[in-house]
């Protein structure tokens, strides 16, 4: 649920409160108490207004993630808890669209988090600006300078493990997009005696244990070191490790980093080179030699360091020996040389290797802006990042630590006059009245050190550039002398005795009462660390080195610029630099970030509510609130101020439609709140108290859980309606589908009973008309038969009467013929003969008859014999003669017919004669074999030379030669033979070679059958015990079996004067040898073929199927 959140404002859900401005009562205790309950919760943010106080969390929170950085962008300040990311997103989004400079001055005591909040800074605008292969190159690079300088510049202090020992300020470039370009870095005074020696628990800078550590063994023998620590004298011992700290590891990304930012190859080579002297420097020692002159001259103990140290550096080796030895000075052309003892010695050797490193930081510097810095001259928009080291106290503090405090001292003015410098102008551009306010101002403290006429600096500077001896016992006697007054200075020996008795302040120190606390410097050093001479034969020797990194190094070691003037001392350099930086400062917009560190002991969870306290009050937060608050505790624009609170105003909820500032009027006067807690600027509402915030915001938080209240109501009661109005849709549908179901059913019945009903009905309607229809016809029906009868009654009365009348007329005319006959034959009887009559009939007659033959003679038909045609006879006494007459008329053509015929002819027509007495009629066969002309001898055996031999064997006549089928009588299957009939005998030849087979008189045929049907089998009986009969009765078929009937009856007829016996029967008896088979004949089915077939069906039967 947390995630679904949606924060508009830093007010919801805060622990604490997000905005110390917002603290009632305001004091140290709730100050602190709110920083330790927000830390408590991991809130390690928390704002004064625009200001970010960060509490170091010493362990890595999840509060940095890319979805952060997305939260964060582009949403106002105080939209969402406060974050670092929020200030970063504000700065950015100004340097952008308001085209105003930006700086992030970054605050706080050595371990707070700085650095580590510069790097925050620094990643979030690089996820946040403009993308692409160009810009990511410069994000890269901008953001891999960091561990390179670290490695170079930080080390392990009691207060923190990778502390700055180098102020940075960082001008990160962009263009008109905010797309970044470059970079400028500016280093400030590098605490340079930290490579010679370190505090107890301390560490010499980061890079030296990287390389001894992270280094290949090649790589350490080219640059003559080994990896034991114990071997180099400026590495202190007893921390050479850090916890959780991977120096070979780190040292791997570090020559990573410089990869990216642009460092060659050689270049990497060089540096390294010159870390490894700097290492290497520390191990020459010195050993007194006494002189002549009774003075001890230095003299380097063992030279095979120092020979390694110009191997690797190029340098002469006894040019570098000398310059450990001797000391030139040149006044007025004048060279002075003199000898070095011990501690001299070692004291350049120090210096020698102090400035080596310095240097080589500086360089470094130098070759990143190098790279880093912005290719184009278009104009640009610039975020300075400044992450200094922070405000220390050590048990023994020296110069560096006066320069650092002194550099965190003008931070905090700065800071202070910004701040109420941009608060004076917000009244004043809202047209609020503006009250003042008591703070306290460190102007006074920065004037100590830093007046031109008798600030601290400019003590030290002085006593430096006194002739006569200087020490810093001297130095500290002019300081005693100038300051004894002044508030913030402390000092035993000073003519003020407040301080004579403090056992605290020892002798040689003296003590700055600084914003921060009071710290207590040990003079020792001062002076000459503000000198910070380096001896200048020592200088030439660099110069003279064929190292050329370590060359450029040391320019005033050329003997060709030798420059007499001394150069400015440390202190006033680093014045120098303090002041452009803040003039820099002043020209941008700044933003704060304040760090604060919560204990001690570098761990988590534990807030040491004495050390917060005290960092509280030197930071001045609760000035820094009270400043903020200046009358009124918190302001807002109307806009997000209507927007948040408008809910708690009818006239204002949901949407106000004027001005904001009316709505927030309309607002404030409907909660009732006494005018006197607020004042309306020119587009903020100023709120004076918290607690009337905080009413607001409970009555808001009430609000909204009304509104929740109200929103879940509605919602519920929408849900509920959608799902009733759905389920009333649903039973909608289905009671309508339902009742449409039930109405169709309903309808199918009433159509199906109406149906039935119509059709009784029109069957009831039809039969009645049919009924009237029927009756209506009978009626007619009777009627026309009526009519009919009446019709007929009439007709034939009129017939009758019409018959009788014509009867009538008849009788009349008969007998008036009669009448008149008798009349006449009585008038003529007396002319006539008695027997006239009868003439007179005769002639009569005998003119009919004439009449008719000669009509005949026309009408005759024709003389084809199978013309039936007859004229019909006209009168009907002449029927008998009509008859005769016919008949003769047929014979008689007949006889023309048959009196056109040849012999030949005759004979065949007397065989077609006498098959026709045979078989007409009888066998079915027959009329197929009427208009078939018989052949008799089909086979030619006269001329086929085939039958040569059978016709040589044949002497007689031969009737019938013609092929036919002999049935087998053993299985009714036929086998072709020669049928041949002569006129005595029959004969059987195999039909391939012609030789007779059988030969049976005439005489022995006894008798054929055959079928009535229209097959072409027939038997020939044999006579009993005749020869021939031996081999038994022949079963033949043929298809010209009538001519062969016809022609085996003529022939027997005319030789045996017997007649043969035809038997036609469906059903007759064959002699096979000794059996006695019965042939049957019967009506076969057509699917056997249209051939009549033979079966044998057992011994006594042999079956003919015709079809
Ligand atoms: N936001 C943070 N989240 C987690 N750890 C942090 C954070 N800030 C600081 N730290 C831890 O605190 C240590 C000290 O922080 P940092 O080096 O930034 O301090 P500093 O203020 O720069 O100190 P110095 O003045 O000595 O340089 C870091 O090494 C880191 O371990
Ligand atoms: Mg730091």
Same mark, same amino acid.
């Given at each position: 649920?947390a ?6 404002s ?44 960060s509490?170091?969390?010493?362990r ?6 890319p979805?952060k ?5 582009n949403?106002?300040?105080?939209e969402?808890s406060?974050?670092i ?5 504000e700065a ?9 400079d930006?700086?992030?001055l ?11 909040a510069?790097?925050l ?13 160009e ?10 300078s960091n561990?390179v300088l ?18 940075k300020?960082?001008d ?10 470059g970079?400028?870095i ?5 605490e ?15 890079v ?10 090649e ?6 070191l ?5 071997r ?11 916890n959780?700290?991977?120096?070979a #590891?780190?040292?791997? *990304? ?19 080179e010159?870390?490894a002297?700097v ?10 030699e006494?002189?002549v002159?009774?003075?001890d001259?230095?003299?380097?103990k063992d030279?095979?360091?120092?020979k ?6 190029g340098i ?12 030139t000075?040149?006044?007025?052309q ?11 010695a ?8 102090k ?9 470094l ?7 880093i ?5 278009v104009?640009k ?25 002194y ?7 700065i ?8 608060e004076q102008?917000?009244?004043i551009?809202?047209d ?5 306010i008591?703070?306290?101002n460190?102007?006074?403290i ?8 008798n ?13 006569g001896?200087v020490?810093?016992?001297?130095f ?17 020996m000073?003519k003020?005795?407040r ?5 605290? /302040? ?14 207590l ?15 200048r ?10 190292? #050329?990194?370590i060359?450029s190094?040391?320019p005033?070691g050329?003997?060709?610029k030798?420059?007499?003037k ?19 400062l ?5 933003n704060?970030?304040?760090c ?5 002991k ?13 960092q509280?009050r030197y930071?001045g ?7 903020r ?22 006239q ?5 439609k ?20 607020y ?12 607690r ?10 009430q609000r909204?859980?009304?509104?929740a ?22 039973q909608?549908v289905?009671?309508?589908w339902?009742r449409?179901? #039930? ?7 009433i159509?199906?009973? *109406? ?14 008309i049919?009924?009237? /229809?029927?009756?209506q ?16 009654t ?9 018959k009788?009348?014509?009867?009538r ?11 008149l006959g ?5 008038e003529?009887?007396?002319f ?11 002639f009569?007659?005998q003119?009919i008859?004439q009449?008719y033959f ?5 009408k005759?038909?024709?003389l084809s014999?199978?013309?039936k ?11 008998s ?11 008689w053509r007949c ?11 005759? /004979?065949?027509y ?23 002309p ?10 086929n ?9 044949i ?6 030669a013609?092929v036919?089928?002999?049935?087998n ?9 020669i049928?041949?009939? *002569?006129?005595?005998?029959?004969l059987?030849?195999?039909?391939k ?5 059988s ?10 059958s055959?079928?009535?049907?229209n097959?072409?089998f027939f ?8 020869e ?5 009765d ?22 045996t004067r ?7 029967s469906d059903e007759f008896?064959v ?5 006695k ?11 056997n ?6 079966k044998r ?5 042999l ?5």
């Amino acid at each position: 649920m947390a995630k679904m959140e949606v924060k508009t404002s830093l007010l919801d859900n805060m622990i604490g409160v997000g905005d110390m401005v917002l603290l009632e009562p305001l004091n140290e205790e709730t100050v602190i108490n709110n920083l330790k309950k927000r830390f408590d919760h991991n809130e390690i943010y928390t704002y004064i207004g625009s200001v970010v106080i960060s509490v170091n969390p010493y362990r890595s929170l999840p509060i940095y993630s890319p979805e952060k950085v997305e939260d964060y962008r582009n949403r106002n300040f105080y939209e969402l808890s406060p974050h670092i990311f929020a200030l970063s997103d504000e700065a950015y989004r100004s340097l952008r669209d308001q085209d105003k400079d930006q700086c992030i001055l970054i605050t706080g005591e050595s371990g707070a988090g700085k650095t580590e909040a510069s790097k925050l800074v620094m990643s979030y605008v690089a996820a946040v600006c403009g993308k692409g292969a160009e810009v990511n190159q410069v994000k890269e690079q901008l953001l891999q300078s960091n561990p390179v300088l670290e490695a170079f510049g930080n080390a392990k202090t009691v207060r923190n493990d990778n502390s700055s020992r180098f102020g940075k300020y960082m001008d990160i470039e962009f263009d008109f997009k905010g797309d970044p370009l470059g970079g400028v870095i500016s280093n400030y005074l590098l605490e340079k005696s930290r490579v010679v020696k370190q505090p107890r628990g301390e560490r010499n800078f980061h890079v030296f244990y990287q390389l001894l550590s992270g280094a290949s063994e090649e790589l350490l023998n080219k640059l003559k070191l080994e990896r034991d620590f114990s071997r180099y004298n400026y590495l202190s011992l007893d921390s050479a490790k850090v916890n959780g700290v991977d120096d070979a #590891a780190n040292f791997r *990304t570090v020559r990573n980093a410089m990869q990216i930012v642009g460092f060659m190859d050689h270049e990497v080579e060089s540096v390294l080179e010159v870390v490894a002297a700097v290492l290497k420097l520390g191990n020459i020692e010195f050993k007194p030699e006494s002189r002549v002159n009774g003075l001890d001259e230095s003299k380097i103990k063992d030279k095979n360091e120092l020979k390694e140290i110009c191997e690797l550096t190029g340098i002469d080796q006894s040019v570098l020996e000398r310059a450990f030895s001797f000391r030139t000075v040149e006044a007025k052309q004048e060279k002075v040389s003199t000898t070095l003892n011990v501690a001299q010695a070692y004291y350049a050797r120090d210096a020698l290797a102090k400035n080596l490193y310095s240097r080589l930081f500086s360089w470094l510097v130098n070759r990143i802006n190098e790279s880093i810095k912005a290719q184009t001259k278009v104009r640009k928009k610039v975020m300075g990042v400044l992450d200094i080291y922070g405000f220390e106290i050590f048990e023994d503090n020296s110069f560096e630590q006066f320069i650092i405090n002194y550099c965190n001292e003008k931070l905090q003015q700065i800071f202070i006059e910004l701040t109420l410098k941009e608060e004076q102008e917000e009244y004043i551009r809202e047209d609020i009245e503006w009250t003042h306010i008591e703070y306290f101002n460190n102007a006074i403290i920065c004037d100590l050190i830093e007046n031109n006429t008798n600030g601290i600096l400019a003590m030290l500077d002085e006593e430096c550039l006194r002739p006569g001896t200087v020490t810093d016992e001297t130095f500290l006697e002019k300081l005693n002398q100038v300051c004894a007054t002044h508030q913030h200075f402390e000092s035993r020996m000073s003519k003020c005795s407040r301080f004579l008795n403090d056992t605290s /302040l020892p002798h040689s120190c003296f003590r700055i009462q600084h914003y921060a606390g009071k710290v207590l410097y040990q003079v020792e050093g001062f002076v000459d660390k503000n000198n910070d001479l380096l001896y200048r034969d020592l200088s030439q020797a660099m110069w003279k080195a064929g190292h #050329a990194l370590i060359k450029s190094l040391f320019p005033e070691g050329n003997p060709a610029k030798i420059n007499l003037k001394r150069p400015p001392t440390a202190g006033s350099q680093f014045k120098a630099s303090v002041a452009t930086l803040m003039k820099n400062l002043q020209t941008k917009n700044p933003n704060y970030i304040r760090c604060i560190k919560p204990n001690d002991k570098k761990a988590a969870h534990i807030f040491n509510e004495g050390l917060v306290c005290h960092q509280v009050r030197y930071l001045g937060l609760l000035e820094n609130v009270r400043v903020r608050r200046a009358g009124y505790a918190f302001r807002q624009a109307y806009e997000p101020c209507l927007e948040r609170y408008k809910m708690l105003c009818k006239q204002t909820w949901p949407h106000w439609k004027g001005p904001a500032r009316a709505g927030v009027e309309v607002l404030f006067n409907e909660l009732e709140i006494p005018v006197e807690e607020y004042s309306f600027g020119r587009s903020k509402i100023f709120i004076r108290n918290p607690r009337t915030l905080f009413k607001l915001e409970d009555l808001r938080k009430q609000r909204l859980e009304d509104l929740a209240t109200l929103i879940q109501k509605i919602y519920r009661g929408w849900k509920c309606r959608t799902h009733f109005l759905l389920m009333r849709k649903s039973q909608i549908v289905i009671a309508a589908w339902y009742r449409r179901y #039930a109405q169709q059913k309903r309808y199918q019945q009433i159509k199906s009973s *109406t149906l039935v009903i119509q059709s009784y009905i029109r069957g009831w309607k039809a039969r009645k008309i049919l009924r009237e /229809l029927k009756h209506q016809k009978r009626c007619e029906e009777a009627a026309t038969t009526i009519a009919a009868y009446w019709h007929g009654t009439q007709a034939r009365r009129e017939l009758k009467r019409l018959k009788e009348e014509a009867r009538r007329k008849h009788a009349v005319a008969v007998i008036w013929a009669y009448w008149l006959g008798l009349k006449v034959r009585r008038e003529y009887r007396k002319f006539f003969r008695a027997n006239a009559g009868k003439k007179i009939y005769e002639f009569t007659l005998q003119r009919i008859v004439q009449k008719y033959f000669l009509e005949m003679k026309n009408k005759v038909p024709s003389l084809s014999p199978i013309d039936k045609n007859w004229p019909s006879r006209p009168y009907l006494f002449l029927d008998s003669t009509h008859k005769e007459l016919k008949r003769i008329f047929h014979l008689w053509r007949c006889k023309k017919y048959r009196d056109q015929f040849t012999d030949q002819q005759k /004979l065949i027509y007397e065989e077609k004669l006498e098959a026709s007495e045979l078989f007409k009629d009888k066998k079915a066969l027959y009329p197929s074999s009427v208009g078939q002309p018989f052949q008799g001898p089909y086979l030619e055996i006269n001329k086929n030379p085939k039958y040569k031999k059978l016709k040589d064997a044949i002497e007689e006549k031969i009737i019938i030669a013609e092929v036919v089928n002999k049935i087998n009588r053993a299985n009714g299957k036929s086998t072709s033979r020669i049928f041949l009939l *002569t006129n005595n005998n029959l004969l059987l030849a195999d039909q391939k070679s012609g030789q007779i087979k059988s030969e049976v008189p005439l005489v022995d045929v006894t008798k054929v059958s055959m079928s009535s049907q229209n097959d072409g089998f027939f038997a020939v009986h044999l006579k009993e015990g005749s020869e021939a009969a031996s081999k038994g009765d022949f079963l033949f078929s043929s298809d010209h079996l009538i001519e062969m009937a016809t022609k085996l009856y003529r022939t027997t007829l005319s030789q045996t004067r017997q007649k043969l016996n035809i038997e036609i029967s469906d059903e007759f008896l064959v002699q096979f040898r000794q059996d006695k088979v019965c042939v049957k004949f019967i009506q076969g089915n057509q699917k056997n073929g249209s051939v009549p077939t033979c079966k044998r069906k057992n011994n006594r039967l042999l079956e003919v199927a015709v079809p």
